[in-house]
Every structure is written in structure tokens, then in C-alpha cells.
């Protein structure tokens, strides 16, 4: 495990194609020793269903628990929350985590919080991240945009959010998908502050040659 000052970060996974990236943060993130306060939507299931082989119960305690077996080193690391559970500590600013990562954000989701609307406790999360002035990153994957996403993206921008297209980048010559996979999430970790060893920076692999 990395050693790192212990840090807690709300993930939310919403239902975008592309949750191999929330997965994956999942696991850099528990591996960091980060507490991670979880929640999964219930279009994002049906996502990891189809896109992965993952089989991840609905059920947030069951989760919890399925998830502190395969990946959690610490006691109580990793708890999942239920779409309205309003006494979870990402509901309110006096419990909520100082970050917030939503990956990946579906339309939907972006919608809702550029309008501050808190239908569901993801959107409340984000509103709280908002409005308390947290770190909130959201992982968007969605092409192409039209112009209420783009307006909608500004508008988190100018409220304090970081937008982050999942647009992996290719100067690392990744070899297989894990690794643009890998990408991705290794810019949410810099954006987090966590060290990371998923891929060589830039100018790295120069520095190394010379």
C-alpha cells in the first residue's frame, strides 16, 4: 500500500459509459489508504453490468461488504450509500469529505448540479461540494456535446468544479485499454493530490534516456 496521509474522498459513479474509470479509481483510491465514501447509481449498475463483468450487489451494505473483501486493507475504509440516504455524511457540509469525484458523470448528472438540483444523494453531494466550496472533479464521457452540455460544463467551471473529460491521451503508447483506462485516472489522482505510478509523466521517459 502506498503510504500517504489518511484522505477522504466521496466517489460517485453514475450511469455514463465508462465506469471501468470509477472502478479503477476505486481501487488506486483504497490502495492510497484513502477512505472513500461510495455511492452507485442505480443506471450506473446496469452500466457495470453491461460493460464489465463485475457483479456488484445493489444492496449499499452488501456492497460494502463485497468491496471491503476484495479491496480494502483498513477497517471501515470503503462504505457505500443508498440513492436517498440523507443521514450519509456526503449530504451535509458538516460531514461531507473535502473532494469529490464524480466518475464518470452522465449528462443527467451534470444537468442536475449546474442547476442545483438534489433529486437523488449523488446531486446533493455535488451540491454540497458546490456550495461549501469543496473539491469536486468530475470525469465526464460523452460525445459529441451539444451546447446545454457546454454551457452546463462553463457553469461548473465558473462555480469552482474541475471538468475532466475522460480524453486519454497517447504519449505514453499505451498497449492495451487498462492503460487509457489508467490515464484517466492517474489526472484524477494528480488533480487529488496522490501520488501515482499508473503512467510516466511527461518528459519523464526522456529525463530517463538522457
Not at 471501515?76 to 451535509?92: I, L, T
Request: proline share 5%; charged share 20%.
Amino acid at each position: 500500500m502506498i503510504e500517504t496521509a489518511t484522505k477522504r474522498v466521496t466517489l460517485a459513479l453514475t450511469g455514463a459509459s465508462g465506469v471501468q474509470y470509477g472502478l479503477r479509481l476505486l481501487e488506486c483510491l483504497l490502495a492510497a489508504g484513502c477512505q472513500v465514501d461510495l455511492m452507485i447509481s442505480k443506471a450506473a449498475h446496469l452500466v457495470i453490468a453491461t460493460e464489465t463483468s463485475e457483479e456488484l450487489p445493489a444492496n449499499p451494505d452488501k456492497l460494502t461488504q463485497v468491496l471491503a473483501e476484495r479491496f480494502s486493507q483498513l477497517p471501515g475504509q470503503v462504505k457505500a450509500y443508498g440513492r436517498e440516504d440523507w443521514f450519509a455524511p456526503a449530504a451535509s457540509g458538516s460531514g461531507a469529505a473535502s473532494s469529490m469525484v464524480i466518475c464518470p458523470c452522465s449528462g443527467g448528472t451534470l444537468s442536475a448540479l449546474a442547476t442545483g438540483a438534489s433529486n437523488n444523494l449523488i446531486e446533493r453531494a455535488g451540491d454540497v461540494a458546490l456550495k461549501e466550496r469543496r473539491q469536486l472533479l468530475i470525469v465526464t464521457r460523452e460525445m459529441p456535446l451539444h451546447q446545454v452540455h457546454l454551457e452546463q460544463m462553463l457553469k461548473l467551471t465558473q462555480m469552482g468544479a474541475v471538468v475532466m473529460p475522460a480524453s486519454p491521451g497517447f504519449y505514453h503508447q499505451p498497449q492495451q485499454v487498462d492503460d487509457l483506462v489508467d490515464f484517466v485516472v492517474a489526472r484524477v489522482l494528480d488533480q487529488l493530490g496522490l501520488p501515482q505510478q499508473l503512467i510516466q509523466r511527461w518528459g519523464e521517459a526522456s529525463s530517463e534516456s538522457n
